[in-house]
């Protein structure tokens, strides 16, 4: 059985009609990056292009193109997901490589932890000794890691 021509449908090259899903699907296909985008200026300012009979888009084309985009957002994010399950599925790596933290992340750590130390001595030395003793193990932990 034939499609039916709707008014949302164009031809094509092969003398086929081609809806308005499968116009912007083509679209999309051919330029991703404008998926992403939440404005849809320009890919309507191209459908007005390539439809030089129509003076505006109709409000049924608008509607097309918002369902194609999340049907298209939609199977894109299924399909990292599935990725996702697979990779994590995947053995993980025995020996990772260290990353060694920026030294002047390590040296505002140090002043951090010199600011608590002292607010701790000021609050009640001996109430708090054992947590002084933790802070000094802290600290010296960290400037150990900045001399390496």
Same mark, same amino acid.
């Given at each position: 059985?034939?499609?039916?021509?709707?008014? !949302?449908?164009?031809?094509?090259?092969?003398?086929?009609?081609?809806?308005?899903?499968?116009?912007? %699907?083509?679209?999309?296909?051919?330029?991703?990056?404008? @998926?992403? =985008? %939440?404005? !849809?200026?320009?890919?309507?300012?191209?459908?007005?292009? #390539?439809?030089?009979?129509?003076?505006?888009?109709?409000?049924?084309? =608008?509607?097309? @193109?918002?369902? $194609?985009?999340?049907?298209? *957002?939609?199977?894109?994010?299924?399909? *990292?997901?599935? %990725?996702?399950?697979?990779?994590?599925?995947?053995?993980?790596?025995?020996?990772?490589?260290?990353?060694?933290?920026?030294?002047?992340?390590?040296?505002?750590?140090? #002043?951090?932890?010199?600011?608590?130390?002292?607010?701790?001595? #000021? @609050?009640?030395?001996?109430?708090? #000794?054992?947590? $002084?003793?933790?802070?000094?193990?802290? %600290?010296?932990?960290?400037?150990? =890691?900045?001399?390496?």
């Amino acid at each position: 059985m034939a499609k039916k021509r709707t008014a !949302n449908a164009t031809t094509s090259g092969n003398g086929q009609a081609e809806t308005t899903s499968g116009y912007f %699907r083509k679209f999309f296909a051919e330029n991703p990056k404008l @998926l992403k =985008k %939440r404005s !849809n200026a320009v890919v309507l300012a191209k459908w007005l292009a #390539d439809h030089p009979g129509a003076k505006e888009v109709p409000s049924a084309v =608008k509607q097309g @193109l918002a369902n $194609i985009k999340s049907v298209l *957002r939609s199977r894109k994010r299924r399909r *990292r997901k599935a %990725r996702a399950e697979t990779s994590a599925a995947a053995p993980v790596p025995t020996a990772a490589p260290v990353t060694r933290p920026k030294a002047s992340s390590l040296e505002t750590l140090e #002043d951090q932890i010199d600011d608590c130390l002292t607010f701790a001595k #000021d @609050l009640d030395r001996e109430e708090l #000794d054992e947590v $002084i003793r933790t802070l000094r193990r802290a %600290r010296n932990t960290v400037v150990w =890691k900045m001399g390496q």
